[in-house]
């Protein structure tokens, strides 16, 4: 009985400890990607018009929140809690991008535990010269003209601390339980 009793009580403390998971995915966004030579103009419309001011909003899920193409496709993926961004260049003649690329992503909100952005680490580069930076929902990338002649990408892994935690129902079982084992044990070695 004492060892039935010592693994439930382990269970328990594994499971109480664990947080309810926060993600990205099922979050709206919202993106502006501009160059230089377009000044304000947001290039995710397909350069019909629509200026940086109206970013284009986007539900995380799965496969590509953007994707627009000219000579070159160019996409940004989110994921629960990474960015991609990628440089196709469709095998054309043209292998240089012929300006600076400026993203910024904002209104990354965590869908199950809010939280914020506490730091961006980039995992992956095939570019030279990429800076960025972020803040507390958002995210800016600088990508640097320069030749692609094949499929480029930058990754990051976006790094959030959650507020307000609140556990699981779960969570509250295991804690009763782990109370009413407790309150037994003493129970039974008042009776002895």
């Known amino acids: 009985m004492k060892h039935i009793t010592s693994v439930a009580v382990v ?9 309810a998971k ?17 000044p304000g103009e947001n290039l995710w419309d397909g350069n019909s018009g629509l200026m940086i001011g109206d ?6 899920g799965a496969g590509v929140e953007y994707s627009v ?8 993926d989110l994921d629960d809690s990474s960015l991609v961004l990628t440089i196709d260049p469709n095998n054309s003649n043209l292998l240089t991008i012929t300006d ?5 992503f904002t209104d990354l909100d965590w869908v199950g535990t809010p939280g914020h952005i506490v730091d961006v680490v980039m995992v992956q580069n095939d570019f030279s010269g990429v800076t960025f930076g972020f803040g ?3 995210i800016n990338v600088f990508i640097p003209d320069q030749v692609v002649n094949t499929v480029s990408s930058v990754s990051f892994d976006i790094i959030a601390q959650h507020d307000n935690v609140v ?4 969570s509250l079982l295991v804690w009763s339980l782990i109370g009413l084992t407790l309150g037994g044990f003493a129970w039974r070695h008042r009776r002895k």
């Open 11 to 19: 269970i328990a403390a594994i499971l109480a400890c664990q947080n």
């Open 22 to 38: 926060a993600s990205l995915v099922g979050d709206e966004v919202f993106s502006v990607m501009e160059v230089p030579f377009l």
């Open 55 to 60: 970013p284009i909003a986007a539900i995380v």
């Open 69 to 76: 193409t000219f000579a070159f496709t160019f996409e940004a």
């Open 100 to 104: 600076d690329l400026n993203y910024s």
């Open 136 to 138: 507390p929902d958002s």
């Open 167 to 170: 556990p699981e129902p779960s």
